[in-house]
T-cell receptor
């Protein structure tokens, strides 16, 4: 399953498929972007980050893409597993600040 | 390492009551943060402490006070709780003010009736 274009608050994905979670950020002066994963009843957990001078970064089963032209960030999860069910947040940080600004989050549900 | 710990996990208050949420980290981090999380709104910063001895207001500080007791501990106080403060509260820490990777505690679910 994919969510492309608009940010969607929920995403249902078949186990084994790839997931794409989108995020639109607000400030063109932001220099760092981070994805967090929050499982039910727990605090957010860092997944991956990307600097504004990059357009792609890969981690283990995850890839983050940054399109500064349209201020869009996406998180791709390969071969989605049941343990990937969670709420995913993007966050941005301004270059002259150290506070993070979080998006509203996307709830990902993995279907067996 | 326990990371970031928070107490209590759950709390119910009546309007007007006061309480303090406790947070401690054992990672020797300099910076600590308090957030609230409401449905559909992501995390909003209440207060932060860039280093021991300093505190600053975040996005939604009204109705809250904080104390950076020492390097490990950062508490959040509600002096007179209101139903609008019903939320899940998260404490976080980072190595220093320039580190963007924040480590979060498990949260405190607060209900104000």
């Amino acid at each position: 399953g994919e969510s492309v274009g608009l940010h969607l608050p929920t995403l249902s994905v078949q186990e084994g498929d790839n997931s794409i979670i989108n995020c639109a950020y607000s400030n063109s002066a932001s220099d760092y972007f981070i994805w967090y994963k929050q499982e039910s009843g727990k605090g957010p957990q860092f997944i991956i980050d990307i600097r504004s001078n990059m357009d792609k970064r890969q981690g283990q089963r995850v890839t983050v893409l940054l399109n500064k032209t349209v201020k869009h960030l996406s998180l791709q999860i390969a071969a989605t597993q049941p343990g990937d069910s969670a709420v995913y947040f993007c966050a941005e940080r301004l270059s002259n600040d150290y506070k993070l600004s979080f998006g509203a989050g996307t709830t990902v549900t993995v279907r067996a | 390492n326990a990371g970031v710990t928070q107490t209590p996990k759950f709390q119910v208050l009546k309007t007007g009551q006061s309480m303090t949420l406790q947070c401690a980290q054992d990672m020797n981090h300099n910076s600590m943060y308090w957030y609230r999380q409401d449905p559909g709104m992501g995390l909003r910063l209440i207060y932060y402490s860039a280093s021991e001895g300093t505190t600053d207001k975040g996005e939604v500080p009204n109705g809250y006070n904080v104390s950076r007791l020492n390097k490990r501990e950062f508490s959040l106080r509600l002096e007179s709780a209101a139903p609008s403060q019903t939320s899940v509260y998260f404490c976080a820490s980072s190595a220093d003010r320039t580190s963007y990777e924040q480590y979060f505690g498990p949260g405190t679910r607060l209900t104000v009736t």
